[in-house]
């Protein structure tokens, strides 16, 4: 009775060992491959970079620059730069109201921060003054276009050669930032295009190089606004990129940037950079985590990243690189102390480690199978020619993954160098290193892939 005992138990033993032994090969694992020898057009660095409130501090812009952040976008307050007069006190510049070396520019030595610490800065010409607009509040539409457009000509000489693009206005598709109260607009687009046609005219007429762009929609979907703007004879040629915004919980490849572009292709403008100035999980002033310090972050950060690569934005403005504590604020990617949320290792590891901040780069070819883990991501030849790649594991579970290279150099020898960002690893250090020569321009390499993560890998030929 007891050998029988036994030997069922031995059985049952052997048998849960097969089966596990089953379910751990039954799984191929997750396998990924760059083909440098593809041509699927130019990455731009101006996706490392962010929409800012606040944050001033020289410290804290060699903070951001450290990861790799080289773009910035910031609004310029008519309403805190103008004094308080009316329009017929302007006209007459009483009490030399109309002259801008009585202005108020002490919120703005921003800009010449980061002018000075290398940032590209596209600076947002926003709204207005109440005693300039026809609802009487700073978001009205103005109510004398001299004035208004002398205000913005001032304006831009005074930030002239220290900002590298304007935007006209910030969501002029919301009646919240865009007020027609007594203007006699029937809508939002017709206002709007006057309001470009004057802003950018004032910045012409100083300034004839400078890219001007807009609408800055808080639709993703509003491509009838560029289609409406393209065909306006008076603005069209004045219009050197288009930008939208896009909070998404789910990233989806960011179909819209192609939508965008063909709109501006069917203007004869098939080059026109798009540019996606905001972008969050969520538009909502609530807290979220996932707006904020959630780990949970560095995956969907990576994600929307590398979607905006692979779909040739030419920039884009996460909302927001402000500094900010748990629970209390909102929209921040620096906590009060100045130290990074965790989100912030991704541009460390895609800008910095792998070099797609230091200048455009050439996008190349990356396709994936998964296994235990659900992986996207992309393939470059960087500015300095290094040729590297970014996988982006969304899922909740880690794998054993194997990444082949191909269109190498044949009989080259290379060193892949792999980067982490997750909740365990900052990119602040090679994780670990591969030595392979590319036999007939392919080699491989293989590591453990965590949960929700991102990893880059760089190739550096050593011979």
């Not at 921060?113 to 947002?124: A, D, Q």
């Not at 029937?186 to 004057?198: C, G, R, V």
Request: hydrophobic share 40%; with cysteine.
């Amino acid at each position: 009775m007891v050998k029988r005992y036994f030997r069922c138990c031995l059985l049952v033993v052997l048998l849960v060992a097969s089966l596990a032994g089953f379910s751990a090969t039954g799984y191929a694992a997750t396998s990924v491959t760059a083909n440098f020898s593809v041509h699927n057009g130019t990455g731009y660095a101006n996706n490392f970079g962010g929409a800012i409130n606040q944050l001033d501090s020289p410290a804290d812009v060699d903070t951001l620059r450290s990861i790799g952040i080289n773009f910035a976008r910031r609004d310029a307050y008519l309403v805190q730069i103008v004094p308080n007069t009316t329009v017929a006190d302007y006209k007459n510049n009483v009490g030399n109201v109309a002259d801008p070396s009585t202005w108020n520019w002490s919120a703005y030595d921003w800009v010449d921060t980061y002018h000075n610490k290398g940032i590209k800065t596209m600076l947002i010409m926003s709204y207005n003054i109440p005693w300039l607009s026809h609802s009487n509040t700073m978001h009205g539409v103005p109510k004398d276009w001299g004035v208004y457009q002398d205000i913005i000509k001032k304006i831009y000489t005074h930030f002239k050669d220290k900002v590298d693009y304007v935007e006209i206005w910030n969501e002029p598709d919301l009646n919240s930032f865009l007020d027609r109260t007594n203007s006699g607009y029937a809508n939002n687009l017709t206002a709007y295009k006057d309001i470009y046609y004057y802003a950018a005219n004032a910045i012409r007429s100083v300034d004839s190089s400078v890219p001007i762009g807009g609408p800055a929609t808080a639709s993703a979907n509003a491509t009838n606004w560029a289609d409406s703007l393209l065909s306006d004879s008076r603005i069209s040629n004045n219009i050197n990129f288009l930008s939208y915004h896009y909070y998404r919980q789910n990233p989806d490849g960011e179909p819209q940037a192609t939508a965008w572009r063909n709109v501006a292709a069917a203007h004869g403008k098939p080059d026109m950079p798009i540019f996606v100035t905001e972008w969050n999980y969520d538009a909502s002033y609530t807290k979220i985590p996932m707006n904020n310090e959630s780990v949970d972050a560095i995956p969907y950060l990576a994600q929307r990243l590398s979607d905006f690569i692979n779909a040739r934005v030419n920039g884009n403005g996460y909302f927001a690189f402000n500094k900010g504590t748990p629970g209390t604020d909102d929209f921040f990617s620096l906590y009060s102390d100045g130290s990074l949320t965790p989100k912030m290792t991704v541009y460390r590891l895609m800008s910095k480690q792998l070099g797609l901040g230091d200048g455009d780069f050439a996008l190349k070819g990356l396709s994936w199978m998964n296994g235990s883990a659900a992986v996207l991501g992309g393939a470059a030849i960087n500015s300095s020619g290094n040729p590297v790649a970014w996988i982006v594991n969304t899922s909740g579970n880690g794998d054993n993954t194997n990444v082949s290279f191909s269109g190498l150099i044949p009989g080259k020898q290379y060193r892949a160098d792999l980067y982490e960002a997750s909740r365990w690893q900052f990119a602040s250090a090679v994780r670990e290193s591969f030595i392979f020569t590319a036999t007939s321009g392919s080699g491989s390499i293989n590591f453990w892939l965590p949960y929700k993560c991102a990893v880059g890998i760089k190739l550096t030929p050593i011979n």
